[in-house]
């Protein structure tokens, strides 16, 4: 791992606490100062100590960018395989990681908006992680002859197997193609490529419906936080949040987004497209993902579509519950059947139907369960 002396000076004691000593240090090449927080590992002498810790830093991460909040700063080196299968870097398969593999993970989502299917992908998780590993990207296959070398180079540099080669994130934002007044064309996209992403956005829509299902499941304590902050957005008391109030809402909760960012976000909440967010679509969007992995929860969610208990979905059952939310066309409901059948049947099974849940993809990431040891091995 990397000493952490190489990059800052550690200064004077500054406190104390149960499992180490928190030190002022000096960012060598900046001179800007932080709090590096120490802790020992013979002090943490059971595993409720070490998720204490745990918990500590996953709850920092949360909470970066918040107003009168210490923001960590250190994006460390990690061994667990977490992550949703399409988009996992290959040293994360190799259990030693750091800030480098989202760089990697936003090189597939280009890979992906510019051709529609992602660059690493086979009919297991297994297979994905296998293709990841031997990091084959194809720019032979349609749309790519057709696709900029400028874009090309790019999504290469960004998904570069050795992490040190790979752009930081200042380099891809000052790459020519992509920074601004930069040498990106104004070519169109094909249209098979926009085909392959509305069926990417139509698996979307069976996923939501199926969020909204889950989080009607939640108790009043598990949601209990998010409908107070719900209620502090909804200035007006509407029972539904406008771009203005979530604009308004985020900034006085000292929240740092752009513009585009919180309409990003407001787009990705509104899943009924009405321009506004009621609140089972605030509870859907911001409920903690990992609620998924509950086996009650997905076997509640499966049993709202399947209406007559026959222990499929079919594609009038599909139907039936987008519409039910103002979403989907024929074309996508049989793009979704196409896309989960995977014993191409015509109907979804309930392993299926978690399969689908678990898969990854840009809007969700739900398959954070750590892998077995020795099991993904270059």
Known sequence: MED?????TIGKELGRGQFGVTYLCTHKQSGE???????????????????????????????????NIVELKGREYFKDIVGSAYYIAPEVLKRKYGPEVDIWSVGVMLYILLCGVPPFWAESETGIFNAILRGHIDFSSDPWPSISNGA?????????????QRLTASQVLNHPWIKEDGEAPDTPLDNAVLNRLKQFRAMNQFKKVALRVIAGCLSEEEIMGLKEMFKSMDADNSGTITLEELKQGLAEQGTKLSESEVKQLMEAADADGNGTIDYEEFITATMHMNRMDREEHLYTAFQYFD?????????????????EFGMGDDKDIKEIISEVDADHDGRINYDEFVAMMKKGNPDIVANTKKRRDGVYTS
Do not use: W
Request: proline share 1%; charged share 35%; aromatic share 4%.
């Open 4 to 8: 952490v002396r190489a990059t800052y």
């Open 33 to 67: 100062q932080f709090a590096c927080k120490t802790i020992a590992k013979r002090k943490l002498a059971n595993k409720e100590d070490i998720e204490d810790v745990r918990r500590e830093v996953q709850i920092m991460h949360h909470l970066t960018g918040q107003a």
């Open 152 to 164: 090309k180079d790019l999504v290469r540099k960004m998904l570069n197997s050795d992490p040190k």
């Open 307 to 323: 209406k007559d208990n026959s222990g499929y979905i079919t594609i009038e059952e599909l139907e039936q519950a987008l519409r």
